[in-house]
């Protein structure tokens, strides 16, 4: 079975500055997705940002990109020129591609990210 | 375009009683999973529906359960409720499943045993 690990319980960061959030996880297969989300106060899950485990270029959305380290199994977000609204709980998770119709996402334990004004 | 909107947001049941909770996906999406948040055992996925067809269970007990219907609302069904199935309860809608599609979650329903 398949684990996502996010060891940084709580992070804060200075407005305007860059954070990284960290993420590994276990998996045997060499197919899959991974996906950064943002849990707001409202509850609703946001994707941020996501990546295809073939693909060896790391993904970029504006101010968000990631560090794809498929050997080390690390999928590290950083935010460039944090803003207040990015305070939020970011999930990092996985999600098979072994069976080409499954829409099961695997989860991290969160990491809830600060922002100082 | 409307989003995912679940179904009561709010709910309180007592022990033993059985609840079902309600999701309307993106109009346009066939599937729709569900997931269980509590602070303790995080984000736990609970069934994924397409077509009408559970395709996939997560690791809970039979008391769990859900349905689609042809409109791909679905409905989640817990019964012979416990104080530990207090939680908030996720759904998410995509297009259709697997890949790296989008998949679209609504606020929750936040439901507490009492």
């Known amino acids: 079975a398949q684990t996502v690990t996010q060891s940084q319980p709580e992070m804060s960061v200075q407005e305007a500055e860059t954070v990284t959030l960290s993420c590994t996880y276990d998996t045997s297969e060499s197919d899959y997705y991974l996906f950064w989300y943002k849990q707001p106060p409202s509850r609703q899950m946001i994707l941020v940002i996501r990546q295809e485990a073939y693909k060896q270029q790391n993904a970029t959305e504006n101010r968000f990109s990631v560090n794809f380290q498929k050997a080390a199994k690390s999928f590290s977000l950083k935010i460039s020129d944090s803003q207040l609204g990015d305070a939020a709980m970011y999930f990092c998770a996985y999600r098979s591609a072994k069976d080409g119709r499954a829409q099961k996402l695997v989860f991290g334990q969160g990491t809830r990210l600060t922002i100082n004004p | 375009k409307a989003g995912v909107t679940q179904t009561p947001r709010y709910l309180i049941k007592t022990r033993g009683q059985q609840v079902t909770l309600s999701c309307s996906p993106i109009?346009?999406?066939?599937?729709v999973s569900w997931y269980q948040q509590t602070p303790g055992q995080g984000l736990q996925f609970l069934f994924e529906y397409f077509s009408e067809t559970q395709r996939n269970k997560g690791n809970f007990p039979g008391r769990f359960s859900g349905r689609q219907f042809s409109n791909s609302r679905s409905e989640m069904n817990v019964s012979t409720l416990e104080l530990g199935d207090s939680a908030l309860y996720l759904c998410a809608s995509s297009y259709y499943p697997g890949g790296n599609t989008e998949a679209f979650f609504g606020q929750g329903t936040r439901l507490t045993v009492v």
């Open positions: 109009s346009g999406h066939r599937s």
